[in-house]
Nanobody
Framework: EVQLVESGGGLVQPGGSLRLSCVGSGFPFEPYATAWFRQAPGKEREGVACISRGDGRTNYEDFVKGRFTISKDDTENTWYLQMNDLKPEDTAVYYC?????????????????WGQGTQVTVSS
């Protein structure tokens, strides 16, 4: 019943930009925390950015600070990740996530629902 449908991934040159979108539906309750995670080949899944419903408090992984921006539309249960100045090191499968705990964190086990993943490849 719960679905998180994400889109916006693709192939981009270093220095380019992409905007990822995640649309949630079928939640038994309104999600209070939304986030983006990523997993590169041979690496563990890591938190990228998160945002809390209501106060809009955000948190970012250090490597993406100043380049990525997370935002949300609570009315539409939609959240976004604007990625600027992309680097080859950003190449990964990106997953959106939603959960019922506040504040939003970059800890994966605190999220209940996950998107299917979208590939982001940064290469020249």
């Amino acid at each position: 019943e719960v679905q998180l449908v994400e889109s916006g991934g693709g192939l981009v040159q270093p220095g380019g930009s992409l905007r990822l979108s995640c649309v949630g539906s079928g939640f038994p309750f309104e999600p209070y925390a939304t986030a983006w995670f990523r997993q590169a080949p041979g690496k563990e899944r890591e938190g990228v950015a998160c945002i809390s419903r209501g106060d809009g408090r955000t948190n970012y992984e250090d490597f993406v600070k100043g380049r990525f921006t997370i935002s949300k539309d609570d009315t539409e249960n939609t959240w976004y990740l604007q990625m600027n100045d992309l680097k080859p090191e950003d190449t990964a499968v990106y997953y959106c996530a939603a959960g019922g705990l506040l504040p939003a964190t970059l800890t994966a086990h605190e999220y209940d629902y996950w998107g299917q993943g979208t590939q982001v490849t940064v290469s020249s």
